[in-house]
């Protein structure tokens, strides 16, 4: 097993990190998972994503058990995203090698997204920074880091794909490592909400959720 940490925040809201130090056949035999995952897990092709795949599950198992919710069924709904079957608590799942990582809710929605700054990100900034977010974040791999995960992470609370990461989720300036806080704002015609993101960092990660 190699669960990194369980993190209760509040009464309501928890969060589990698991490091993948297995192949996804041994990851396999951990827990039993249902047939509707087996089949997912059978349209993933590379052994790293598969690793990933189950290691999210194993996460979200660990962290349930915890709050020792009980017998429960993992689904995606239309959109794709991760909902815990005849239940009012929520969850959302991630993962970036070798780490994976879930969160649950007792009755907010939550998103949660773990990623490593890279130069990559410079490379794709303008698809995702607005241009009255550039001041802030352009071209340094770990703010640009910082946002993409503030965004990736409400993109999964709010569950729909036609959500525009650059027109849609608005970032604030960010004073990290002083501050280990965000403030975003999703931002639609018909629905406005800001957030308050928390930042961990664990060795090279960053690790955003809704608190």
Same mark, same amino acid.
């Given at each position: 097993?190699? $669960?990194?940490?369980?993190?209760?925040?509040?009464?309501?809201?928890?969060?589990?990190?698991?490091?993948?130090?297995?192949?996804?056949?041994?990851?396999?035999?951990?827990?039993?998972?249902?047939?509707?995952?087996?089949?997912?897990?059978?349209?993933?092709?590379?052994?790293?994503?598969?690793?990933?795949?189950?290691?999210?599950? %194993?996460? $979200?198992?660990? $962290? $349930?058990?915890?709050?020792?919710?009980?017998?429960?069924?993992?689904?995606?709904?239309?959109?794709?995203?991760?909902?815990?079957?005849?239940?009012?608590?929520?969850?959302?799942?991630?993962?970036?090698?070798?780490?994976?990582?879930?969160?649950?809710?007792?009755?907010?929605?939550?998103?949660?997204?773990?990623?490593?700054?890279?130069?990559?990100?410079?490379?794709?900034?303008?698809?995702?920074?607005?241009?009255?977010?550039?001041?802030?974040?352009?071209?340094?791999?770990?703010?640009?880091?910082?946002?993409?995960?503030?965004?990736?992470?409400?993109?999964?609370?709010?569950?729909?794909?036609?959500?525009?990461?650059?027109?849609?989720?608005?970032?604030?300036?960010?004073?990290?490592?002083?501050?280990?806080?965000?403030?975003?704002?999703?931002?639609?015609?018909?629905?406005?909400?800001?957030?308050? %993101?928390?930042?961990?960092?664990?060795? /090279?990660?960053?690790?955003?959720? /809704?608190?």
């Amino acid at each position: 097993m190699a $669960l990194t940490k369980i993190v209760k925040i509040n009464d309501k809201l928890s969060w589990a990190l698991w490091k993948i130090d297995a192949p996804w056949t041994d990851l396999l035999k951990e827990r039993e998972i249902s047939q509707d995952e087996l089949a997912l897990l059978t349209t993933i092709s590379h052994p790293i994503k598969k690793a990933e795949f189950l290691a999210s599950r %194993l996460a $979200l198992h660990a $962290l $349930l058990t915890s709050e020792e919710f009980g017998e429960y069924v993992l689904q995606k709904d239309e959109h794709g995203k991760p909902f815990l079957l005849d239940s009012t608590s929520h969850i959302s799942l991630a993962n970036s090698f070798p780490y994976a990582a879930a969160i649950f809710h007792q009755d907010t929605p939550v998103g949660i997204d773990i990623e490593k700054p890279s130069e990559k990100l410079i490379r794709v900034q303008h698809k995702f920074l607005h241009e009255d977010e550039w001041p802030d974040f352009r071209d340094n791999p770990e703010k640009l880091c910082l946002a993409w995960c503030a965004k990736e992470s409400l993109y999964k609370l709010f569950g729909r794909k036609d959500l525009s990461f650059k027109a849609n989720i608005c970032i604030h300036k960010t004073d990290y490592p002083r501050h280990l806080f965000m403030k975003a704002n999703i931002l639609l015609p018909d629905h406005s909400q800001g957030f308050e %993101l928390q930042i961990v960092r664990e060795e /090279n990660f960053f690790i955003l959720f /809704n608190v």
